[in-house]
């Protein structure tokens, strides 16, 4: 005699609520080749891209854009959001490419845009912007050159990462982060000619909570440059050069400006670099401001300025010279600085007339040119220094 086994019929809701949680577990998936995105590096894929986002950014649940091995080119792009959900991640095995005709995207600002997103991770891929023809014409003096588009801006979102991303030969600034909190770049590799003009590495303006890690930055400006407006800024682990180092600034260029405060530096290297730490601020009225910024454990090698506020900056000397800079830079610490610098002067504090700096802590600092301890000159700069010093301080206590 056989006998059958059913289940209690209680128990089926809960095979019922099993079956659909699992499924609401996997997140959804959209392949831009299904939506007729070409890997030749020749057909512009940006309808493909934005069809994928369409779907990912409209969807409740979690969704991941996927983007397979190849070339795709895409022209200027803006993912835009509000999103129904706040978990999309984009898996790049590929390398998006910018047009090699400069003048396509060269008046656009930017060339991958994500606004008003939540949420959003960008894992691996390589940007190549091909600004190298950019640059030429800017090197060239010709005054039809457009300005050049930003690789990659985040503005206005929240929850970002950017995790093993490469950006090579933006036409200008490579990464952006404008008007955002709790952006988390890691594992980032950013490369362009040390003569490149305005690529700036990464830049970080009107944000808060943004974290910069264990990345590569070699460039034609600033490693990593730091706008009006960010606070609670962390850098850690990144080996810059070439380029101008990592500076704040430049800061005071309008009269009424958000400052920069609770600013982390850390574990950096410099090679070759214009500058080390920089902190930099136009020489007129302003109402921005520097302060509670740790600049500590930089190994500098042959680097030109290794520490260095200059507090005159103006740039072919148009609309501020003579004028003293209304930025207020105060609590600065430089902590475990040493290595070689590139000049004679190694520290070179340039501060305002109007508004000294104050509260500036050299705390085991050794800096040597030409194996012998470099100098250091200091101008309205106020504080104390602590350890060993070299050159010998010259704050005002």
Not at 130 to 150: E, F, I, V, Y
Not at 204 to 218: E, H, M, N, R, Y
Not at 325 to 354: F, N, P
Request: proline letters at 4%; charged letters at 15%.
């Amino acid at each position: 005699m056989s006998t059958s086994m059913s289940l209690p019929i209680n128990f089926l809701p809960f095979l019922l609520i099993l079956f659909f949680t699992s499924s609401l577990a996997i997140p959804l998936s959209y392949n831009v080749l299904s939506f007729g995105a070409r890997p030749d590096g020749q057909t512009d894929s940006v309808k493909s891209f934005l069809t994928a986002w369409a779907k990912a950014c409209g969807s409740a649940e979690a969704a991941t854009i996927y983007v397979p091995p190849g070339r795709y080119l895409l022209s200027n792009v803006v993912f835009q959001g509000q999103c129904k959900n706040n978990d999309i991640t984009i898996r790049i095995d590929g390398t998006l490419v910018g047009p090699a005709d400069y003048h396509v995207i060269g008046n656009a600002e930017n060339w991958i845009l994500f606004e008003h997103v939540s949420g959003v991770s960008i894992n691996g891929g390589v940007l190549d912007g091909q600004g190298a023809g950019l640059w030429a014409c800017k090197k060239s003096d010709n005054s039809n050159c457009p300005s050049g588009a930003t690789t990659l801006r985040f503005s206005n979102s929240d929850n970002v990462v950017i995790n093993g991303l490469a950006s090579v030969d933006s036409q200008m600034f490579h990464i952006v982060i404008n008007g955002c909190n709790d952006v988390k770049v890691q594992g980032v590799k950013v490369s362009a000619a040390g003569d490149s003009p305005n690529t700036d590495g990464i830049h970080v303006q009107a944000s808060s909570g943004v974290t910069i890690l264990d990345s590569k930055i070699g460039t034609g400006d600033d490693c990593v440059s730091v706008g009006p407006g960010a606070t609670n800024l962390w850098i850690e682990n990144v080996a810059c050069g070439p380029g101008h180092g990592i500076s704040i600034g430049s800061l005071g260029k309008e009269q009424q400006e958000a400052g920069v405060q609770n600013v982390t530096v850390t574990s950096v290297t410099f090679t070759g670099t214009q500058n080390g730490v920089r902190i930099k601020s136009w020489g007129r009225t302003s109402s921005g401001f520097a302060r509670n910024i740790l600049f500590q454990h930089a190994l500098m090698n042959n680097v030109d300025n290794p520490i260095i506020i200059d507090q005159n900056y103006c740039p072919d000397n148009e609309n501020c010279p003579g004028q003293a800079s209304g930025v207020k830079i105060s609590d600065v610490i430089y902590q475990d600085i040493h290595g070689t610098s590139a000049t004679e002067v190694g520290v070179k504090l340039d501060c305002s007339s109007r508004n000294p700096c104050t509260g500036i802590s050299l705390e085991d600092v050794k800096l040597s040119y030409n194996n012998q301890p470099a100098e250091a000159s200091c101008t309205n700069a106020d504080g104390s220094a602590s350890g060993v010093v070299l050159p010998n301080s010259c704050l005002k206590t």
